[in-house]
């Protein structure tokens, strides 16, 4: 049999020839090209091996749908080990700014202290020089630090008293810091007297 372009049917020419015979027998040659191969084997011999394995009762739906089964177990492990840790370790999920905030505050505590004691040393060698306004400022500088730091506030009360006794000014202030001292006992009464003499 030729090509299905050049199909000769006998007796049939010219205006007679029927176009629906032509079709059919082209498409007969075409069905027999499909189903055989030159090799003489059947269609879907020389398909691919995957193609072939599905053919094989449903392996890769079974396959697939172990997969996706393995998967979602992981998947639940996971779930559960991450909340596992959650429930036993808060600590580990504790923002590290809360975790930091104990050491930062015991380092600003002793930061505190240092400037404090550092006020109060500076105010009191300042006393000992005679610069009464600048002792006064340290001793001012302690107390913003520690509003009822015992020393600064003797100091500063010192300060004040030596102010009045000698330019007469501040006398005020320096009864109330007295009466402050009296109040929190910071000082017993006879250095309190003794800091009141000239």
């Not at 580990?92 to 550092?118: C, G, H, Q, T, W």
């Not at 105010?123 to 015992?150: C, H, M, P, W």
């Amino acid at each position: 049999m030729g090509s299905p372009g050049h199909i000769k049917i006998p007796g049939r020419f010219g205006k007679e020839f029927k176009p629906r015979r032509a079709f059919t027998e082209m498409n007969e040659y075409y069905r027999k090209k499909i189903s055989t191969r030159p090799t003489g084997k059947k269609a879907g011999a020389n398909r691919r091996p995957e193609h072939k394995r599905r053919d094989i009762f449903g392996k890769d739906l079974l396959e697939d749908v172990l997969v996706k089964a393995i998967g979602l177990f992981l998947a639940f492990l996971l779930v559960v080990l991450i909340i596992t840790i959650v429930k036993t370790q808060p600590v580990l999920f504790v923002p590290a700014a809360e975790r930091m905030l104990p050491k930062i505050e015991e380092r600003s505590k002793a930061e505190k202290d240092n400037a404090y004691e550092m006020y109060v040393q500076s105010g009191k060698n300042y006393i000992r020089g005679g610069y009464l306004d600048r002792a006064q400022v340290e001793f001012t500088n302690a107390l913003s630090i520690y509003i009822y730091g015992q020393s600064a506030r003797i100091g500063l009360t010192q300060v004040l008293l030596k102010k009045c006794q000698t330019t007469g000014t501040l006398c005020e202030e320096a009864e109330e810091h007295l009466i402050f001292l009296r109040e929190m006992k910071y000082i017993s009464e006879t250095e309190l007297n003794d800091m009141i003499k000239p």
